[in-house]
């Protein structure tokens, strides 16, 4: 079993609608949460932390399941630049290493 | 966030040759992290960098094939030694950014490519 796995892409959706992301992560010791963008041919950016009481940033918002070990992403009113590949990040706590899923890419057409 | 100067920004190496990699950070950081991203995959850890101690490495990289230096807490360098075709991907650097509440702020990258 890998160790963060998310949704196999890629999501083609149309402008307007809204997206969710899905992601399980294997080591329940794991403490911090996050959701990155990555851009083609571009470093990961940090979109959002994830948080166990949940958090919304415009229209992003993560929600964290502990007891299942999930964690979503859901945008809401998508736009076209909201394409990219959208990576789940684990931190296992063992000196700040980050876990990677293998991304779900997006492509939001007009 | 913070701002991390990574360089070069791409590189087109021979087979057998070595290419530092360098990350300079504009602030203290106690720990550095150095990962490789192959193509259409995601990002795997190679190391984490320690200023005064010797790197860290994770399963799979080693440190005569992956040289990392740490001479301050601003800096440091990755080597990829001995490259083979093999080695072709992205290197980033990383840093935990305290500026960026608990995220982590990755530097620009290096597209090495091994001919």
């Known amino acids: 079993r890998k160790e963060v796995e998310q949704d196999p892409g890629p999501f083609n959706v149309p402008e307007g609608a809204t997206v969710a992301f899905n992601c399980t992560y294997s080591?329940?010791?794991?403490?911090?949460f996050f959701w990155y963008r990555q851009d083609c041919r571009k470093e990961p950016k940090l979109l959002m932390s994830?948080?166990?009481s949940g958090n919304e940033d415009g229209r992003f918002t993560a929600q964290l399941n502990r007891a299942s070990q999930y964690i979503s992403l859901l945008i809401r009113d998508s736009k076209l630049s909201d394409s990219a590949t959208y990576l789940c990040v684990v931190n296992d706590n063992q000196g700040g290493k980050l876990i990677f899923g293998q991304g779900t890419e997006l492509s939001v057409k007009p | 966030s913070a701002v991390i100067s990574q360089k070069p920004s791409r590189d087109i190496c021979q087979r057998g040759t070595s290419l530092t990699i360098q990350c300079q950070v504009d602030s203290q950081v106690t720990m550095m992290f150095w990962y490789r991203q192959q193509p259409g995959q995601s990002l795997t850890l190679i190391a984490t960098?320690?200023?005064?101690?010797?790197?860290?490495?994770e399963s799979g990289f080693v440190i005569d094939k992956f040289p990392i230096s740490r001479p301050n807490l601003t800096f440091s360098t990755l080597t990829v030694s001995n490259m083979s075709p093999e080695d072709s991907s992205i290197y980033l650097c990383?840093?935990?950014?305290?500026?960026?509440?608990?995220?982590?702020?990755f530097g620009s990258g290096t597209r090495l490519t091994v001919v």
């Open positions: 994830v948080y166990s």
């Open positions: 990383s840093v935990e950014d305290r500026r960026a509440g608990d995220g982590y702020t």
């Open positions: 080591n329940s010791a794991s403490q911090s």
């Open positions: 960098a320690n200023q005064g101690s010797e790197a860290t490495y």
